[in-house]
Protein backbone atom coordinates (compact mmCIF):
# COMPACT_ATOMS: atom_id res chain seq x y z
CA UNK A 1 0.00 0.00 0.00
CA UNK A 2 1.10 3.96 -0.60
CA UNK A 3 2.40 5.47 2.45
CA UNK A 4 1.29 8.06 3.75
CA UNK A 5 4.05 10.84 4.32
CA UNK A 6 3.13 12.08 7.53
CA UNK A 7 4.19 9.06 9.18
CA UNK A 8 7.37 9.60 8.26
CA UNK A 9 9.80 12.50 9.91
CA UNK A 10 11.40 14.87 7.23
CA UNK A 11 14.86 13.27 8.63
CA UNK A 12 13.82 9.83 7.16
CA UNK A 13 13.49 10.87 3.94
CA UNK A 14 15.96 9.60 2.02
CA UNK A 15 16.48 8.48 -1.58
CA UNK A 16 15.19 5.67 -2.75
CA UNK A 17 16.79 3.14 -4.75
CA UNK A 18 14.95 4.37 -8.14
CA UNK A 19 13.00 1.83 -9.61
CA UNK A 20 13.75 2.78 -13.10
CA UNK A 21 10.25 2.60 -14.74
CA UNK A 22 10.67 3.72 -18.40
CA UNK A 23 7.42 3.00 -19.46
CA UNK A 24 4.24 4.49 -19.17
CA UNK A 25 2.81 0.14 -18.79
CA UNK A 26 5.52 -0.39 -16.19
CA UNK A 27 3.96 2.52 -14.38
CA UNK A 28 0.58 1.61 -14.34
CA UNK A 29 1.71 -1.56 -12.99
CA UNK A 30 3.48 0.49 -9.83
CA UNK A 31 0.27 2.10 -9.25
CA UNK A 32 -2.10 -1.09 -9.26
CA UNK A 33 0.26 -2.81 -7.36
CA UNK A 34 -0.32 -0.34 -4.82
CA UNK A 35 -4.29 0.26 -5.20
CA UNK A 36 -5.58 -2.49 -6.74
CA UNK A 37 -9.17 -0.73 -7.32
CA UNK A 38 -7.32 0.43 -10.08
CA UNK A 39 -7.30 -3.02 -11.70
CA UNK A 40 -10.77 -2.51 -12.81
CA UNK A 41 -10.52 1.05 -14.52
CA UNK A 42 -8.63 -0.44 -17.67
CA UNK A 43 -5.63 1.35 -17.38
CA UNK A 44 -3.77 -1.13 -19.14
CA UNK A 45 -5.54 -0.82 -22.07
CA UNK A 46 -3.88 2.77 -22.86
CA UNK A 47 -1.22 3.49 -25.34
CA UNK A 48 2.36 2.47 -24.64
CA UNK A 49 5.02 4.96 -24.43
CA UNK A 50 8.99 4.78 -23.59
CA UNK A 51 10.48 7.26 -21.65
CA UNK A 52 13.65 8.58 -23.04
CA UNK A 53 16.05 10.82 -22.64
CA UNK A 54 13.86 13.51 -24.38
CA UNK A 55 10.85 13.04 -21.96
CA UNK A 56 13.14 13.95 -18.73
CA UNK A 57 9.76 15.36 -16.43
CA UNK A 58 8.02 12.33 -17.04
CA UNK A 59 10.59 10.25 -16.53
CA UNK A 60 11.40 11.89 -13.24
CA UNK A 61 7.40 11.89 -12.28
CA UNK A 62 7.48 8.17 -12.25
CA UNK A 63 10.28 7.28 -10.82
CA UNK A 64 9.99 9.27 -7.62
CA UNK A 65 8.65 7.19 -5.07
CA UNK A 66 6.61 9.67 -2.96
CA UNK A 67 4.88 10.79 -5.60
CA UNK A 68 3.98 7.20 -7.26
CA UNK A 69 2.59 6.99 -3.94
CA UNK A 70 0.37 10.07 -3.54
CA UNK A 71 -1.02 9.13 -7.17
CA UNK A 72 -1.76 5.81 -5.52
CA UNK A 73 -3.33 7.09 -3.05
CA UNK A 74 -5.55 9.39 -5.12
CA UNK A 75 -6.57 7.28 -7.83
CA UNK A 76 -7.00 4.42 -5.58
CA UNK A 77 -9.76 6.73 -3.79
CA UNK A 78 -11.23 7.91 -7.12
CA UNK A 79 -11.58 4.46 -8.43
CA UNK A 80 -13.42 3.52 -5.28
CA UNK A 81 -16.14 6.67 -5.49
CA UNK A 82 -19.60 5.49 -7.16
CA UNK A 83 -19.69 9.50 -8.44
CA UNK A 84 -16.59 9.87 -10.85
CA UNK A 85 -16.35 8.55 -14.29
CA UNK A 86 -13.57 6.15 -14.91
CA UNK A 87 -12.31 8.27 -18.01
CA UNK A 88 -10.77 11.07 -15.30
CA UNK A 89 -8.72 8.43 -13.84
CA UNK A 90 -7.73 7.42 -17.51
CA UNK A 91 -6.62 11.17 -18.22
CA UNK A 92 -4.56 11.47 -15.25
CA UNK A 93 -2.40 9.03 -15.78
CA UNK A 94 -2.48 9.95 -19.30
CA UNK A 95 -1.41 13.48 -18.70
CA UNK A 96 1.33 12.57 -15.90
CA UNK A 97 3.19 10.36 -18.13
CA UNK A 98 2.92 12.90 -20.93
CA UNK A 99 6.25 15.20 -21.29
CA UNK A 100 3.97 18.17 -21.87
CA UNK A 101 1.80 17.91 -18.95
CA UNK A 102 3.99 15.84 -16.40
CA UNK A 103 4.34 18.65 -13.62
CA UNK A 104 1.50 20.29 -13.45
CA UNK A 105 -0.35 17.25 -13.07
CA UNK A 106 1.97 16.03 -10.52
CA UNK A 107 1.68 18.92 -8.72
CA UNK A 108 -2.49 18.85 -8.90
CA UNK A 109 -2.31 14.78 -7.97
CA UNK A 110 0.09 15.93 -5.03
CA UNK A 111 -2.59 18.70 -4.24
CA UNK A 112 -5.08 16.42 -3.75
CA UNK A 113 -3.48 13.85 -1.75
CA UNK A 114 -2.92 16.66 0.95
CA UNK A 115 -6.03 17.73 0.85
CA UNK A 116 -7.43 13.96 1.27
CA UNK A 117 -5.29 13.03 3.88
CA UNK A 118 -6.55 15.92 5.53
CA UNK A 119 -10.04 15.17 5.33
CA UNK A 120 -11.11 17.77 3.04
CA UNK A 121 -14.19 16.84 0.89
CA UNK A 122 -14.78 17.55 -3.00
CA UNK A 123 -15.45 16.67 -6.61
CA UNK A 124 -12.35 16.83 -8.41
CA UNK A 125 -12.10 17.91 -12.61
CA UNK A 126 -15.88 20.17 -12.37
CA UNK A 127 -16.79 22.01 -15.38
CA UNK A 128 -17.71 25.49 -14.89
CA UNK A 129 -19.75 28.33 -16.57
CA UNK A 130 -19.41 31.20 -14.32
CA UNK A 131 -15.73 32.09 -14.64
CA UNK A 132 -13.72 35.43 -15.79
CA UNK A 133 -13.41 33.92 -18.98
CA UNK A 134 -16.92 33.84 -19.47
CA UNK A 135 -17.49 30.38 -20.67
CA UNK A 136 -17.60 27.02 -19.22
CA UNK A 137 -14.12 25.92 -18.27
CA UNK A 138 -12.35 22.25 -16.66
CA UNK A 139 -11.56 23.35 -13.07
CA UNK A 140 -9.62 21.22 -10.84
CA UNK A 141 -12.43 20.60 -7.97
CA UNK A 142 -14.74 22.10 -6.42
CA UNK A 143 -15.24 21.86 -2.31
CA UNK A 144 -18.52 20.80 -0.39
CA UNK A 145 -20.89 23.47 1.24
CA UNK A 146 -19.43 22.54 4.20
CA UNK A 147 -15.77 23.74 3.11
CA UNK A 148 -17.60 27.22 1.80
CA UNK A 149 -18.21 25.74 -2.48
CA UNK A 150 -15.00 26.83 -3.33
CA UNK A 151 -13.95 25.92 -6.26
CA UNK A 152 -10.36 25.77 -6.89
CA UNK A 153 -7.37 24.68 -9.14
CA UNK A 154 -3.83 23.55 -8.30
CA UNK A 155 -0.60 24.87 -10.04
CA UNK A 156 2.91 24.43 -10.09
CA UNK A 157 5.13 26.65 -7.84
CA UNK A 158 8.02 27.76 -10.03
CA UNK A 159 9.27 30.56 -11.23
CA UNK A 160 11.03 31.86 -15.13
CA UNK A 161 14.18 32.32 -14.62
CA UNK A 162 14.77 28.77 -13.13
CA UNK A 163 12.61 27.19 -15.84
CA UNK A 164 14.69 28.75 -18.68
CA UNK A 165 18.12 27.59 -17.65
CA UNK A 166 16.79 24.10 -17.11
CA UNK A 167 15.87 24.68 -20.74
CA UNK A 168 18.93 25.66 -21.91
CA UNK A 169 20.89 23.15 -19.91
CA UNK A 170 18.45 20.79 -21.62
CA UNK A 171 19.21 21.81 -25.20
CA UNK A 172 22.61 22.17 -24.50
CA UNK A 173 23.17 18.47 -23.30
CA UNK A 174 21.18 16.86 -26.66
CA UNK A 175 23.21 19.06 -29.39
CA UNK A 176 26.74 18.47 -29.90
CA UNK A 177 29.57 21.26 -28.57
CA UNK A 178 26.93 23.83 -28.88
CA UNK A 179 25.85 27.19 -26.91
CA UNK A 180 22.09 27.65 -27.27
CA UNK A 181 20.67 31.46 -26.49
CA UNK A 182 16.94 31.84 -25.55
CA UNK A 183 15.84 35.28 -26.50
CA UNK A 184 12.23 37.01 -25.78
CA UNK A 185 9.88 37.93 -22.84
CA UNK A 186 10.00 36.51 -19.51
CA UNK A 187 7.49 35.79 -16.66
CA UNK A 188 5.36 33.22 -18.22
CA UNK A 189 3.45 31.17 -16.31
CA UNK A 190 5.03 27.55 -15.44
CA UNK A 191 2.21 25.32 -17.50
CA UNK A 192 3.02 27.56 -20.48
CA UNK A 193 6.77 26.55 -20.63
CA UNK A 194 6.01 22.99 -20.19
CA UNK A 195 3.37 22.49 -22.58
CA UNK A 196 5.41 25.07 -25.47
CA UNK A 197 8.94 24.16 -24.51
CA UNK A 198 9.46 21.20 -22.67
CA UNK A 199 6.45 19.45 -24.54
CA UNK A 200 7.97 19.86 -27.74
CA UNK A 201 11.90 19.54 -26.60
CA UNK A 202 12.51 17.04 -29.30
CA UNK A 203 11.23 18.91 -32.31
CA UNK A 204 13.60 21.86 -30.88
CA UNK A 205 16.23 19.71 -30.50
CA UNK A 206 16.25 18.97 -34.68
CA UNK A 207 15.16 21.92 -35.66
CA UNK A 208 18.31 23.08 -33.23
CA UNK A 209 21.00 20.47 -34.74
CA UNK A 210 19.86 21.22 -38.53
CA UNK A 211 21.12 24.99 -38.14
CA UNK A 212 17.14 26.37 -37.84
CA UNK A 213 16.07 28.85 -35.57
CA UNK A 214 13.25 28.10 -33.63
CA UNK A 215 10.59 30.64 -32.59
CA UNK A 216 8.11 29.58 -30.05
CA UNK A 217 5.09 31.76 -30.93
CA UNK A 218 2.93 31.25 -27.35
CA UNK A 219 5.88 32.19 -25.45
CA UNK A 220 7.83 34.91 -27.81
CA UNK A 221 10.67 33.03 -27.37
CA UNK A 222 13.80 32.78 -30.10
CA UNK A 223 16.52 29.55 -30.08
CA UNK A 224 19.01 29.88 -31.65
CA UNK A 225 22.56 27.44 -31.52
CA UNK A 226 25.85 28.14 -32.07
CA UNK A 227 29.13 26.58 -32.11
CA UNK A 228 30.93 26.44 -28.91
CA UNK A 229 34.24 28.09 -28.29
CA UNK A 230 37.38 26.96 -27.46
CA UNK A 231 37.86 27.08 -23.43
CA UNK A 232 35.06 26.38 -20.81
CA UNK A 233 31.55 28.69 -20.33
CA UNK A 234 30.17 29.14 -17.02
CA UNK A 235 27.95 31.12 -15.81
CA UNK A 236 26.51 31.80 -11.92
CA UNK A 237 23.03 32.94 -11.28
CA UNK A 238 21.73 34.02 -7.74
CA UNK A 239 18.33 34.02 -6.61
CA UNK A 240 17.34 36.66 -4.37
CA UNK A 241 13.76 35.74 -2.34
CA UNK A 242 12.23 39.55 -2.33
CA UNK A 243 13.78 40.26 -5.30
CA UNK A 244 12.33 37.44 -7.33
CA UNK A 245 8.83 38.22 -5.19
CA UNK A 246 8.36 41.72 -6.34
CA UNK A 247 9.98 40.32 -9.95
CA UNK A 248 6.74 37.71 -9.81
CA UNK A 249 4.16 39.97 -7.18
CA UNK A 250 1.11 39.07 -9.94
CA UNK A 251 2.00 35.74 -10.56
CA UNK A 252 -1.64 34.20 -9.07
CA UNK A 253 -2.96 36.38 -11.88
CA UNK A 254 -1.45 33.98 -14.55
CA UNK A 255 -5.00 31.82 -14.37
CA UNK A 256 -7.48 34.56 -13.37
CA UNK A 257 -9.50 33.86 -15.82
CA UNK A 258 -10.15 30.64 -14.50
CA UNK A 259 -11.15 32.61 -11.63
CA UNK A 260 -15.02 32.09 -10.26
CA UNK A 261 -17.52 35.12 -10.51
CA UNK A 262 -20.67 33.49 -8.90
CA UNK A 263 -18.39 31.60 -6.00
CA UNK A 264 -15.48 31.61 -3.62
CA UNK A 265 -12.20 30.72 -5.59
CA UNK A 266 -8.82 29.29 -4.19
CA UNK A 267 -5.45 29.15 -5.95
CA UNK A 268 -3.54 26.66 -4.54
CA UNK A 269 0.39 26.50 -5.66
CA UNK A 270 2.49 22.85 -4.67
CA UNK A 271 5.65 21.98 -4.98
CA UNK A 272 5.83 18.70 -7.07
CA UNK A 273 7.62 15.83 -5.93
CA UNK A 274 11.13 15.14 -8.03
CA UNK A 275 11.41 18.11 -10.41
CA UNK A 276 13.93 20.48 -10.40
CA UNK A 277 14.11 24.09 -11.66
CA UNK A 278 13.49 25.73 -7.72
CA UNK A 279 16.16 26.90 -5.94
CA UNK A 280 13.28 26.96 -2.71
CA UNK A 281 12.36 23.29 -3.57
CA UNK A 282 14.28 22.75 -0.05
CA UNK A 283 12.81 25.95 1.68
CA UNK A 284 16.68 27.53 2.23
CA UNK A 285 16.11 29.78 5.38
CA UNK A 286 12.20 29.85 4.97
CA UNK A 287 12.58 31.51 1.20
CA UNK A 288 9.79 28.95 -0.52
CA UNK A 289 7.50 30.99 2.57
CA UNK A 290 9.04 34.20 2.28
CA UNK A 291 8.24 34.41 -1.46
CA UNK A 292 5.30 33.55 -0.91
CA UNK A 293 3.76 35.86 1.80
CA UNK A 294 5.29 38.55 -0.06
CA UNK A 295 3.29 38.06 -3.47
CA UNK A 296 0.30 37.23 -0.97
CA UNK A 297 0.83 40.42 0.39
CA UNK A 298 1.47 42.64 -2.76
CA UNK A 299 -1.98 40.54 -4.54
CA UNK A 300 -4.22 41.45 -1.49
CA UNK A 301 -2.90 44.60 -1.22
CA UNK A 302 -1.98 46.92 -3.57
CA UNK A 303 -3.59 44.49 -6.18
CA UNK A 304 -6.81 45.01 -5.11
CA UNK A 305 -6.65 48.66 -6.25
CA UNK A 306 -4.92 48.31 -9.21
CA UNK A 307 -7.32 49.58 -12.30
CA UNK A 308 -4.74 48.60 -14.93
CA UNK A 309 -5.47 45.23 -17.32
CA UNK A 310 -5.59 42.12 -16.39
CA UNK A 311 -5.44 40.52 -19.68
CA UNK A 312 -1.59 41.86 -19.12
CA UNK A 313 -1.11 39.16 -16.98
CA UNK A 314 -3.11 36.37 -19.08
CA UNK A 315 -3.83 36.40 -22.18
CA UNK A 316 -7.45 34.59 -21.57
CA UNK A 317 -8.87 37.28 -19.68
CA UNK A 318 -11.30 39.67 -21.31
CA UNK A 319 -9.93 42.94 -22.49
CA UNK A 320 -12.51 44.91 -19.99
CA UNK A 321 -11.44 43.25 -16.74
CA UNK A 322 -8.95 45.14 -14.77
CA UNK A 323 -6.51 43.33 -12.10
CA UNK A 324 -9.28 44.91 -8.98
CA UNK A 325 -11.64 43.23 -10.67
CA UNK A 326 -9.83 39.85 -10.84
CA UNK A 327 -8.21 40.38 -7.35
CA UNK A 328 -12.04 40.29 -6.05
CA UNK A 329 -12.66 36.89 -7.55
CA UNK A 330 -10.09 35.42 -5.54
CA UNK A 331 -10.94 34.74 -2.23
CA UNK A 332 -8.14 32.66 -0.64
CA UNK A 333 -4.36 31.94 -1.93
CA UNK A 334 -2.29 28.54 -0.62
CA UNK A 335 0.60 26.73 -0.68
CA UNK A 336 1.67 23.50 -0.20
CA UNK A 337 5.18 21.57 0.22
CA UNK A 338 5.45 18.27 1.26
CA UNK A 339 8.50 17.11 3.19
CA UNK A 340 11.77 17.13 1.87
CA UNK A 341 15.44 17.56 2.89
CA UNK A 342 15.28 19.56 6.14
CA UNK A 343 12.02 20.68 6.51
CA UNK A 344 8.15 19.66 7.16
CA UNK A 345 4.88 20.06 5.26
CA UNK A 346 4.37 23.58 4.78
CA UNK A 347 1.11 24.15 4.42
CA UNK A 348 -0.85 27.72 4.47
CA UNK A 349 -3.44 29.63 3.13
CA UNK A 350 -3.98 33.56 2.68
CA UNK A 351 -7.75 34.40 3.11
CA UNK A 352 -9.21 37.58 1.06
CA UNK A 353 -11.79 39.28 3.04
CA UNK A 354 -12.22 41.92 0.59
CA UNK A 355 -13.47 39.00 -1.64
CA UNK A 356 -16.63 39.26 -3.90
CA UNK A 357 -17.45 35.88 -2.34
CA UNK A 358 -15.20 35.45 1.04
CA UNK A 359 -14.82 32.47 2.92
CA UNK A 360 -15.40 32.65 6.54
CA UNK A 361 -12.48 31.22 9.03
CA UNK A 362 -14.53 28.53 10.11
CA UNK A 363 -14.87 26.80 5.94
CA UNK A 364 -11.33 27.63 5.72
CA UNK A 365 -10.78 25.37 8.97
CA UNK A 366 -12.55 23.05 8.09
CA UNK A 367 -10.62 22.42 4.77
CA UNK A 368 -7.59 21.48 6.82
CA UNK A 369 -7.68 22.38 10.46
CA UNK A 370 -3.76 22.20 10.20
CA UNK A 371 -2.82 24.72 8.00
CA UNK A 372 -1.49 28.42 9.18
CA UNK A 373 -4.26 30.79 7.87
CA UNK A 374 -3.48 34.47 7.21
CA UNK A 375 -6.47 36.66 7.15
CA UNK A 376 -5.82 39.34 4.25
CA UNK A 377 -8.04 42.51 4.31
CA UNK A 378 -6.45 45.50 2.58
CA UNK A 379 -2.77 46.36 3.66
CA UNK A 380 -3.80 44.34 6.93
CA UNK A 381 -3.51 41.12 7.61
CA UNK A 382 -3.29 38.87 10.69
CA UNK A 383 -2.15 35.19 10.79
CA UNK A 384 -3.71 32.42 12.61
CA UNK A 385 -1.84 29.38 13.42
CA UNK A 386 -2.53 26.40 15.25
CA UNK A 387 -1.79 28.04 18.52
CA UNK A 388 -3.59 30.98 17.77
CA UNK A 389 -6.48 29.20 17.13
CA UNK A 390 -6.23 26.80 20.38
CA UNK A 391 -5.26 30.05 22.25
CA UNK A 392 -8.92 31.91 21.12
CA UNK A 393 -11.24 29.21 21.81
CA UNK A 394 -9.84 28.43 24.84
CA UNK A 395 -10.25 32.42 25.75
CA UNK A 396 -13.79 31.51 24.58
CA UNK A 397 -14.38 28.51 26.58
CA UNK A 398 -13.05 30.75 29.47
CA UNK A 399 -15.45 33.45 28.78
CA UNK A 400 -18.25 30.87 28.59
CA UNK A 401 -17.52 29.58 31.62
CA UNK A 402 -17.31 32.71 33.71
CA UNK A 403 -21.16 33.90 31.66
CA UNK A 404 -22.47 30.88 33.36
CA UNK A 405 -20.96 31.31 36.64
CA UNK A 406 -21.94 34.84 36.73
CA UNK A 407 -25.91 33.99 35.58
CA UNK A 408 -25.40 31.72 38.52
CA UNK A 409 -24.43 33.65 41.53
CA UNK A 410 -27.36 36.14 39.90
CA UNK A 411 -29.85 33.59 40.37
CA UNK A 412 -28.47 32.33 43.94
CA UNK A 413 -28.80 35.93 44.94
Not at 10 to 38: C, F, G, H, M
Request: proline share 6%; glycine share 8%; with cysteine.
Amino acid sequence: MAHDPRRVLPSEWRADSPPRVRSRQAYITELIRRAPPLSAIGLTDLPDLDFDRDRIDTYNAVNTPRLTDAVARVLGSFAERGDLDARVIRTFVTNLTSEGTAVGYAAQLQGYDWLIREGANFVPEIEHAGTLRRRQIALDGQFIPRHGGAFFDIKSYAFEPQLRAVAKRRLEGRLDNATVTIDGPGNHAPDAIQQHFFGSLREHIEKLSRGEIVRITELGWTLRAQPRLSGVATSTAEYDPGSLAHANRMMPLWFSSQFTTDAPYILMLVIPYGFGGNPFGIDVFGSTVDMFDRIAAHVFGAGRLDTSLARDHDREMPPDVSVRDAVACLSGLALISEPGDGHRTTARIHVNQAARHPLTLEQVQSISPTWTVIVQNGHKQQQIGRYARWAFWAAAAGLIVAMVAWVARRAAS
